[in-house]
């Protein structure tokens, strides 16, 4: 399994990059928004991976037994997530407002002066 | 004394108000540098009889910075001179600059100068003797470009300053290195430490740093060029700096230089070749010129090279002749450059040809000429014959560099007594007079070089005045005592033989000087061509530089850092030796294979799509899949927020994207195939990387703690939820802090764009009475579960964001059926608001562990069976930044038209 | 000790004040100096007892460290604070004399603040995840200030900023996910404790790559420096200066401590490499400065190519060069606000800081062109003022390292800035020029440029005892030990 997801982030931060080198704002944007996903995936899977037992102590039990997932990763990409969430909605509104005022969504061609 | 040293500079603030108040009572300025002249040459007297002192005043000796002073001969014979010519300097300026405007910036940097130039010639410590060299070439540049409204002041005034300031970074290069050899900054006892300095490896690059700040300061070939130029700055700064003091620093620095570097057949050629090069060419050059103070510039320069040669060929003769040519230099020199001022600003030029029989008009300005001009021609009974004098009697005894210097030096100063004449003669001599309406010039413009010239007659009647100093300055500079007796008549010597020889060889001149002039020999290329094409050159370069660093495509910067990962990364990967991947550790089921293929499948349709639609709906594919990879392995929470988030992501990229056009490829099939490749080696890498770390197993530090204390001291079972508002809550302050700028941020561009409106579509709500109906039942039901999610999340999945993303989903709803203004009717109060007091709750939930005298943002528990505390306030909080921060960016989005 | 936090919570408390408070110019002008000079009294008062008292440490939520997140002040630290609290303390000023009132009404001043709190924030921090809240907290605030403009220039030029400080993030988490992955913690103090004994199959030196870049590109170090020219002279220059001064420090922090804390063993290489970075940086920066005909361009690309001599510094790794290296960056915070904020008086004398629209302004403003040739010339590197100490001491930790042609290469490119800051003197300064001014000054601007050029000048009579505190800083780096055993207390 952690192949699998070693070959699903490698596909993600590839297909992000090759659409963050892209000549349109949108697919700029979009590839930030894969690089932030493969980047997530990343950080959990190097955690390590428990199948499907969550780090919440059953009722009755004082703590957790055996095996279970790590909690750590999965505050910190909560954390990613919220965040990155809030980045790209604003460059995305940037995005808009640039090709508002620029006229083209060419990269470009946005900071040529016509 | 050390106070009297830098009384300069506070002088300079001093005047810069008193010159500004009353330009034309200026003169009184003078004061001061005469009283420091008097108490330098008591000193002098002083240290003639019984040796110099040292005095110190500590400043950043960490850094081997101290305001050590040395009070030798050779320092106060610099330093007399200094101040002397200086009291002279300011009475002539107060005169010369009239009531000019700026005359405070002119004393305050005059005496800026002066007072850095004192320290450089008094200094010990070779660092601070740094700081006042720089200084001095500071105050050059600021006088230099005295007015500065002219464009070739302020080009000479760079070229000064950049010239004399490399020289200067190399001094202290070698004075740092110096340091490091000797074990000590202080030039004093650095003397002692001579065998050992040159002997170490460091010499080379000593010296020849040494020697590169004394050849462009005292403008010695091949950094002649800038001298000259210099001649932009008003009369008197030319006198003072560029002929009396600022260039001789450069001889100075030769002079304290060898006890400690010299006379070591490096040392000695280079100084000494040097020298003689410059005395030949500022020599030929002098007569060739026509403006009177270029041709002084040009003499000065020779005689500087005369200066250098001396003290480059180091014999205890050469040393004091050197300091006899000084002495006389300076006030000859001075004299005539004064004159030239004084004809300058009375007659409104200074072009020989122009000028002939001022005598007339303006004698005593005419007898201070003549008298420095023969001084200059070396005339006997001058004080510069005295030095000429001995020059020529030092080089008879040179060994090894007679006759070939001796040649040179007589040819030299043939034309220098020329380059006298020609200045300070011929413009008074004849009848004629071609500029009208001339009159004698107010007297602090005829009483300095009076004074100058007139101390040149006096002492050369009686030179024996200077031994005592001079046996001082010469006995510092060689290291060994010297014994200096000077005296006019030596009998008929071979050196007397020369002296006339010169003379003859002046009258010559003088009289063929018409044909001389017509056979002169310019070369086509000289340093100062090497100097503008090295600038030339920076600027080519910079403009190579320039417009690619600030104006190429945000592509080529992107991809200049995706290559530097993947070349850096790839390389660091490959040259190390235990890189590897352990066995994969969990199993393989048909379900996650399903998912990952979803995911990749998702990536790929992201990138080819050709509509923003499916664009995004890839992306929410992706973001889908990411979900439940999360809860296949145990992320309950996390696989809810990515849910919500990916929802959210979508619904804000559609009220976006509806502005945008199709998404084609631009770039041609070549670009994107090397990006594709580019891409696909970052994603290699990335992959490699987490399949060895996803494969070692992670140290559980964290987790274990985590797991133990998190149901205990942390009252909750949803661990994720418990670190992420009790163990790590201050990440999460931070991320909301992040949210709520985002949200400010987004909802300013959307209107900051208000007055620029374009034809958008506004969103218009969709009317559906089913829908409608739906979403009337919905939204409460979803409010509900929100705040189920918020009060469970710390014990089961849940938590303030999840809840958060559900509550603003229910109004987002609620939008969509209705419209944005009937939601935020709806929502009743603004989102902004909510943000707000969510962050002041997140904030107070912390602050009342610091009420209680605890860290910032500790958990306080109310008593009882239930587990109430700060950390769920936070999580209100957090509850309370989401919903306002969602609302706050979709509102605005869909307002947007 | 508990005031550690409060750098970071009174902007937060000041910025949550500006956006309840009323939107007119004056409160939040008076709001925000308050704030500001808050935050400076807060910064200095960590200060002094970190001088006093060694390394302070505060536990956040009171979980022993490494299970919380620990704040940790040693003298570099605390220093950079203080320049934090001074800068914002400056601009907040500077700000009387008067703004773009769009700007104003759309939250300038709240923004500043969020701003000043992510770079305390990041300067405090001792958990690497927590660094990247908080570089994530100046970034957006950042981007918030830059894109409220309305030419396409600045659009495009925010718009690059953005993308590629994302990119930067993104590395910046890529390498922290790893490296959580290969140790299981994120506290700086217990990584600097557990990293040398573990053997982590090859990871060593990738995340040291994959740190270095991040933190490169937010430093702004060849060849990854090629976005800051090209938007910090877009901004409003008081904006400017805030970037200028603090953004790229925070990035030479987080390498300073990623790489005296962490990978101090890193194969020499490594170093190596910073060290061609930084010799470049420096050149082609001073290089390509001298092709700029726009005030705050030369501004920008001097600020790139300085930059390059404390991360020089940094790389050789010994206690004179790091001394050095802490001096300067000292040195540079101060002199690049004052110029920037200068740049700022001159935008609202000529309305640009084209080469063309200047000139002349020696003549019409001499007490504020004599103040202006501090920070001028001090960059410079003309003695006795702050940057001939800070070159002369990078001078002896190069030397002293061995690291002669370093040296040497500071000296030139000390030589080229000479000349850079000597064209712009005499072009702007200087030379007559052909349009008159269309506003005054501002006096508020006047004083605050005063007070950075009287700190300038503080800083050469204080040499001795800054340099002394400095070495002592550098020290603190490179012995971990206090620092280490101040968060953790020797356990574990």
């Known amino acids: 399994m952690e192949g699998l997801l070693a070959l699903a982030s490698g596909v993600l931060y590839a297909a992000g990059i090759y659409l963050i080198l892209r000549r349109r704002l949108a697919q700029l944007i979009i590839g930030l928004g894969l690089l932030s996903n493969g980047t997530n995936l990343l950080i959990f899977a190097a955690g390590g991976l428990t199948r499907a037992r969550p780090p919440v102590v059953p009722d009755g039990a004082n703590a957790l037994m055996d095996r279970y997932a790590d909690p750590v990763p999965q505050a910190l990409v909560l954390t990613a997530i919220v965040i990155g969430f809030g980045l790209l909605a604003f460059s995305l509104v940037l995005a808009h407002r640039v090709h508002a005022t620029a006229g083209s969504d060419d990269i470009d061609d946005v900071g040529r002066e016509r | 004394m050390v106070f009297l040293i830098v009384s300069p500079f506070l002088a300079a603030v001093l005047a810069a108000w008193f010159a500004g108040r009353y330009p034309h009572r200026a003169g009184w300025l003078a004061f001061w540098p005469a009283v420091l002249t008097v108490l330098f040459g008591i000193e002098l007297q002083r240290t003639a009889a019984s040796g110099g002192r040292l005095l110190e005043f500590p400043w950043a000796p960490s850094l081997g910075l101290s305001f050590s002073f040395n009070l030798d001969g050779l320092g106060l014979l610099f330093a007399i001179l200094i101040a002397g010519v200086g009291t002279l300097i300011v009475l002539y300026a107060s005169r010369y600059l009239g009531g000019h405007s700026q005359a405070g910036r002119f004393y305050a940097s005059l005496f800026a100068f002066m007072g850095a130039m004192l320290g450089v010639v008094l200094s010990d410590n070779i660092l601070t003797l740094f700081v006042f060299w720089e200084l001095t070439g500071f105050t050059s540049f600021l006088l230099i470009g005295f007015e500065h409204e002219r464009p070739a002041a302020r080009a000479a005034a760079l070229q000064a300053l950049i010239v004399t300031g490399g020289g200067g970074l190399a001094l202290l290069a070698a004075g740092v290195l110096l340091t490091d050899v000797s074990g000590t900054a202080s030039l004093s006892a650095m003397a002692a430490e001579r065998a050992f300095i040159v002997a170490s490896p460091f010499y080379g690059a000593i010296a020849g740093l040494v020697l590169l700040a004394a050849f462009t300061k005292s403008a010695q070939v091949p950094f002649h060029f800038w001298l000259p130029n210099a001649m932009e700055a008003p009369t008197p700064v030319s006198a003072y700096l560029h002929s009396a003091t600022m260039v001789k620093a450069g001889v100075y620095l030769i002079a304290r230089m060898t006890p400690i570097l010299g006379a070591t057949p490096m040392w000695t050629t280079a100084v000494t070749v040097a020298g003689a090069a410059t005395m030949v060419i500022g020599a030929y050059r002098a007569v060739q010129e026509i403006d009177l103070k270029r041709i002084l510039a040009y003499s000065t320069l020779s005689a500087l090279g005369v200066l250098t040669m001396l003290l480059g060929i180091g014999t205890s003769h050469t040393i004091v002749a050197a300091l006899v040519y000084l002495v006389a230099h300076a006030g000859y020199k001075g004299a005539l450059f004064l004159v030239a001022g004084a004809i300058d600003h009375e007659t409104g030029t200074r072009d020989i040809t122009l000028l002939t029989g001022l005598r007339r008009a303006m004698p005593i300005t005419a007898v201070a000429g003549g008298a420095a001009a023969i001084s200059m021609a070396g005339v006997p009974l001058t004080l510069g014959f005295v030095g000429k004098d001995a020059t020529y009697e030092a080089l008879l005894h040179a060994n090894g560099w007679s006759p070939w210097l001796l040649i040179l030096i007589v040819l030299a100063s043939i034309l220098l007594g020329l380059a006298g004449l020609l200045a300070g003669v011929l413009p008074f001599r004849g009848n004629v007079a071609l500029v009208k309406d001339v009159h004698e010039p107010p007297w602090p413009l005829w009483l300095p070089p009076l004074v100058l010239a007139a101390g040149g007659l006096l002492v050369g009647l009686a030179p024996a005045i200077l031994n005592g100093p001079l046996s001082a300055a010469a006995t510092a500079t060689a290291g060994v005592p010297v014994d200096v007796s000077l005296s006019v008549w030596h009998g008929v010597t071979p050196t007397l033989l020369l002296s006339v020889l010169t003379l003859a060889g002046v009258g010559i001149t003088v009289a063929m000087r018409g044909p001389l002039r017509m056979r002169s020999w310019n070369p086509r290329a000289g340093s100062e061509d090497v100097y503008r094409g090295a600038l030339a050159g920076l600027d080519a370069v910079s403009r190579v530089i320039g417009p690619t660093l600030h104006s190429a495509s945000l ?80 992320a309950p929470d996390l696989a809810m927020t990515q849910f919500s988030v990916e929802t959210l992501t979508v619904l804000i990229y559609v009220l976006v994207f509806r502005h945008f056009r199709e998404l084609g490829p631009l770039s041609p099939r070549l670009v994107r195939v090397r990006d594709a490749l580019i891409a696909t080696g970052v994603g290699t890498f990335i992959g490699g990387l987490v399949l060895s770390i996803a494969t070692t197993e992670t140290a559980p530090r964290l987790r274990e703690y985590f797991a133990e204390f998190g149901p205990t001291l942390g009252r909750g079972r949803n661990i994720v939820n418990v670190i992420l508002v009790d163990f790590r809550a201050f990440d999460t302050l931070g991320e909301i802090t992040v949210l709520a700028t985002a949200a400010i941020g987004v909802r300013g561009l959307v209107r900051f764009a208000a007055s620029d409106r374009r034809n958008g579509s506004r969103v218009s709500p969709i009317t559906s009475p089913i829908f409608r109906t739906g979403a009337r039942l919905l939204m409460p039901l979803l409010l509900l579960f929100s705040v189920f999610l918020l009060l469970r999340g710390h014990n089961q999945p849940g938590g303030g964001f999840v809840g958060g993303l559900v509550a603003a989903a229910a109004f987002a709803l609620y939008a969509i059926a209705f419209g944005v203004s009937r939601a935020r009717r709806a929502l009743w109060v603004r989102p902004l608001t909510l943000l707000g007091v969510g962050l002041l709750l997140a904030l107070a939930s912390g602050l009342v562990a610091v009420l209680r005298g605890r860290p910032f943002l500790t958990a306080s528990w109310f008593p009882g069976p239930v587990a109430l505390g700060t950390p769920a306030l936070f999580d209100v909080g957090v509850f309370l930044v989401v919903v306002g921060v969602v609302l706050m960016m979709i509102f605005s989005l869909a307002e947007d038209s | 000790m508990r005031l550690l936090v409060l750098p970071i919570l009174v902007p937060l408390t000041t910025a949550a004040v500006l956006i309840l408070a009323p939107k007119r110019p004056n409160p939040q002008r008076w709001i925000s100096l308050i704030g500001s000079v808050l935050l400076l009294t807060s910064a200095v008062l960590v200060f002094l007892r970190v001088n006093a008292a060694g390394v302070q440490v505060l536990q956040i939520s009171a979980w022993p460290a490494p299970f919380g997140i620990t704040l940790v002040a040693d003298l570099f630290a605390a220093f950079l604070v203080v320049a934090v609290g001074l800068v914002g303390t400056a601009v907040a000023g500077v700000t009387f004399s008067g703004l773009d009132p769009r700007r104003e009404a759309f939250g300038y001043h709240p923004l500043v603040q969020i701003l000043l709190m992510g770079v305390a924030g990041a300067f405090l921090t001792g958990d690497l995840f927590n660094l990247y809240v908080w570089f994530e907290v100046m970034l957006v605030a950042s981007f918030v200030l830059l894109a409220l403009n309305r030419t396409r220039a600045q659009m495009d030029a925010a718009f690059k900023y953005v993308a590629i400080n994302l990119i930067a993030s993104s590395i910046f988490l890529t390498a922290l996910g790893l490296l959580y992955g290969a140790t299981g913690t994120l506290n700086m103090a217990h990584l600097a404790r557990v990293w040398p004994t573990m053997s982590t199959s090859g990871f060593d030196t990738v995340l040291a790559v994959l740190f270095l870049i991040a933190f490169s590109i937010k430093a702004g170090l060849f060849p990854l420096f090629f976005w800051l020219p090209a938007s910090y002279h877009t901004p409003p220059a008081a904006i400017g200066a805030v970037f200028a001064g603090l953004l790229t420090k925070v990035g030479v922090y987080a390498l300073v401590r990623v790489f005296t804390l962490l990978f101090h063993n890193a194969p020499p290489p490594l170093f190596t490499l910073l060290l061609v970075m930084s010799a470049a940086t420096m050149v082609i920066g001073l290089v390509a400065a001298l092709y700029e005909r726009d005030f705050r361009r030369v501004l920008s690309f001097n600020l790139v190519g300085h930059i390059g001599y404390t991360t020089a510094s940094l790389s050789l790794l010994t206690p004179a060069a790091l001394a050095g290296a802490i001096f300067y960056v000292l040195h540079h915070i101060v002199v690049i606000t004052n110029l920037f904020l200068v740049s700022s008086v001159l935008l609202r004398l000529r309305r640009t800081t084209d080469r063309a629209g200047l000139g002349g302004i020696y003549r019409d403003h001499p007490v504020f062109s004599v103040l202006a040739m501090v920070p001028l010339f001090s960059l410079a590197g003309v003695p006795p003022l702050s940057g001939f100490l800070g070159k002369l ?82 020290q603190q780096l490179l012995h971990r030990d206090e620092y280490v055993n101040a968060v953790l207390g020797g356990l574990r």
Do not use: C
């Open chain 2, 555 to 634: 592509r080529t910067y992107v991809m200049v850092i995706v290559t530097t990962v993947v070349v850096l990364g790839g390389t660091a990967l490959l040259l190390d030796p235990s890189f590897g991947f352990a066995v994969p550790l969990t199993n393989i089921t048909v379900h996650d294979v399903l998912i990952v293929f979803l995911i990749i499948a998702g990536a790929i349709s992201a990138v080819v799509a050709r509509s923003t639609m499916s664009a995004v709906l890839s992306l929410g594919t992706v973001g889908y899949g990411v979900a439940m990879i999360f809860l296949s392995f145990g």
């Open chain 3, 393 to 474: 001491a990078i001078l002896k930790g190069t030397f002293d390292a061995g690291a002669y042609w370093v040296g040497g290469l500071v000296l030139v490119v000390g030589l080229l800035t000479l000349l850079s800051m000597g064209r712009t003197w005499a072009d702007t300064f200087w030379r007559p020029a052909d349009t008159a001014d269309l506003a005054a000054p501002g006096m508020p601007s006047l004083i605050v440029i005063a007070a950075l050029s009287l700190v300038t000048l503080a800083m050469t009579i204080g040499a001795e005892p800054l340099f002394e505190l400095v070495s002592r800083g550098a």
